[in-house]
T-cell receptor
Framework: AQSVAQPEDQVNVAEGNPLTVKCTYSVSGNPYLFWYVQYPNRGLQFLLKYITGDNLVKGSYGFEAEFNKSQTSFHLKKPSALVSDSALYFCAVRDPSRNSGNTPLVFGKGTRLSVIA | DSGVTQTPKHLITATGQRVTLRCSPR?????VYWYQQSLDQGLQFLIQYYNGEERAKGNILERFSAQQFPDLHSELNLSSLELGDSALYFCASSVGVAASSGANVLTFGAGSRLTVL
């Protein structure tokens, strides 16, 4: 079964510092990986995805993520954090070795990022 | 505005009651997904429909049911409500369900917050 783990419930970082939100996954084949962000009282918004190709994926709002197959990780990064980046971040995985259109996107429990001015 | 519309935004009801949550997918999207977000369980997949047909089922309770109508809107029915059903219920939509669409991004609505007293 596919699963994703976000080992940190909370990440605190000072504004202007680099940030990393960690994600590890478990699937039987090569994964489709996604990051979403949820601001207070809002739905989830898509940030970026990894399907194939370059291991470094760039997304919205200056975020990027690095796919590492050997470590089964897909950590979200940003070189310089903003206070407005404070939100709940979700990593998600889908196993394309199955009929992926019918395979639900499985989410981690989320990591709350707090950027302090 | 993501293009996915959910109503009602907030709902307060009593144990034992029945409620219906409604979702209109983004224009052109044929797949609808329902997720439940609670503090202790994170984001849990409930059920997926594609063009009116059920395509995938997650940890959806027997007291819960859903359907997708010919106009592609979907309803999630929650009955015999319990305190533990209090959560944020999200609807998401995507273009397709074929195997090649596994990389498609889900677009989320703002959610329906259900409080069971």
């Amino acid at each position: 079964a596919q699963s994703v783990a976000q080992p940190e419930d909370q990440v605190n970082v000072a504004e202007g510092n680099p940030l990393t939100v960690k994600c590890t996954y478990s699937v039987s084949g090569n994964p489709y990986l996604f990051w979403y962000v949820q601001y207070p009282n809002r739905g989830l918004q898509f940030l970026l995805k990894y399907i194939t190709g370059d291991n470094l994926v760039k997304g919205s709002y200056g975020f990027e993520a690095e796919f590492n197959k050997s470590q089964t990780s897909f950590h979200l990064k940003k070189p310089s954090a903003l206070v407005s980046d404070s939100a709940l971040y979700f990593c998600a995985v889908r196993d394309p070795s199955r009929n992926s259109g019918n395979t639900p996107l499985v989410f981690g429990k989320g990591t709350r990022l707090s950027v302090i001015a | 505005d993501s293009g996915v519309t959910q109503t009602p935004k907030h709902l307060i009801t009593a144990t034992g009651q029945r409620v219906t949550l409604r979702c209109s997918p983004r224009s052109g999207d044929l797949s609808v997904y329902w997720y439940q977000q609670s503090l202790d369980q994170g984001l849990q997949f409930l059920i997926q429909y594609y063009n009116g047909e059920e395509r995938a089922k997650g940890n959806i309770l027997e007291r819960f049911s859903a359907q997708q109508f010919p106009d592609l809107h979907s309803e999630l029915n929650l009955s015999s409500l319990e305190l533990g059903d209090s959560a944020l219920y999200f609807c998401a939509s995507s273009v397709g369900v074929a195997a090649s669409s596994g990389a498609n991004v889900l677009t989320f609505g703002a959610g329906s917050r259900l409080t069971v007293l």
